[in-house]
């Protein structure tokens, strides 16, 4: 007991001869020092990174600030919104940094802050919001694990809850189970349903192939025995790509549009075919097509640009210059991303349908045919190269990733998903991998 009331009468003679030098100390810099080292707790804490606004590629950000004195642990809180700190859990650390338990996922904001905790229990003031972003590593890589032979070649792929539908051309569909995308396998396979492209809404999927003239609608409420409702004779004929919004299915052709009408699923009907769609100096074949969200759909021409059209018929053409072959296309907010071959990928202003304009170019070394877009991403080839391009300001895209041999048509969290049409396989892109 006496020695316990020595040490505290030492602790408060030290503390008063630490207030006596700070008070009696005629250099400024270093009382403020002393007051540091003492009572730096109770004042904000210094972040230091990941910096603000920043971003990173890492599944376990690691958050860091400076030491306050006098402080023997800290208390953080992190939100995905600034609104939601307030009510954040409060987590501890001893250590001015701490490690995020994660796996954090890619298009992810983060909001974080820290206040230092002295001896005593007191709190001092927090930190200032900082806020980064999750965005995919510069070096994705394909798992090798999840390589899936399709027997042909792939044309294209959707992925629905944990399914990715896979369309293997003649070798038919392919249901692929995804629930843990490092470990996929096949859930069904439909080998005498060929299949180029499919559409999908709610517990329908729609199936074209250019071989034949139907439309195959499935009931895929149940993914893994999935039933063929109806086979729907198309008037035009086989295509390669559709897209389906307002109840309309459009479906193309080589210089055509055709409509079907599919408000009633088990019923569909024919509705009318926009033709024909030719751009001057273009080949006249029709290779993709995409919604914009509201009224309009997006058709690329080889060899010429992209138009425009809706159930009024064809509203404008933009011609490209340099525009390839075989170049697809996609659509957020208001602007639509061509694969634009030598052109690189072109960045068109579609907000007014009458009247698009590109609003911005990305160079490529190679050949840019494809783009496809998930979040604030789009996925772009630039010859044997697969780049990721940041899109969250759509007339200034940022590189961030870029892989060799690669291909993305969709990405769900941290996984990009792929089939490779010269080697009939199905694989999973890690977008996020662990050094």
Known sequence: MGRRIITIISLIAFICGALVVITGCEDIALRNLLVDRILGWKSSVVLIGPVNEGTVAERTPLLEWEHAGGAVN?????????????????????????????PVTIGDNYFWQVCAVSGEGETGEW?????FSVIPSPTPVRLESTVI?????????MIKDNYAYVCANTAGLYIINISDPENPNVAKKLTT???????????????NNEDDN??????ISNPENPVEKVMFPRTEGGTNYTCLFMDNLYCIGNDYVEIIDVSSILVPEYRETISPID?????????????????????SENLYGIHILSTEGLKSSLPIPGYGEYCQIDIKDGYAYAGSGSSGLKIVDISNPYFPTVAATYETEGSCLAANISGNFCFISDGNLMKIIDISDPVSPVEI????GLWCYDARGNYGFSVDY?????YVIDLLPVP
């Open 74 to 102: 800290y208390h953080i809180k992190i939100a995905e919104t600034e609104l939601l700190l307030a009510d954040a859990e409060v987590l501890e650390t001893e250590e001015p940094l701490y490690e995020m338990p994660g």
């Open 127 to 131: 930190s200032e919001v900082w806020n």
């Open 149 to 157: 032979d399709t027997v042909s070649g792939g044309y294209n792929l």
């Open 193 to 207: 349903l060929p299949a180029s492209d499919i559409e999908i809404q709610d517990n329908y999927a729609f199936i």
């Open 214 to 219: 139907l439309l195959h609608i499935l009931d």
């Open 279 to 299: 751009g001057d100096g273009g080949t006249g074949h029709l290779w993709d097509i995409e919604w914009d969200g509201l009224t309009n759909a997006v058709v």
């Open 401 to 404: 990733s870029s892989a060799e």
């Open 422 to 426: 010269f080697n009939h396989t199905f």
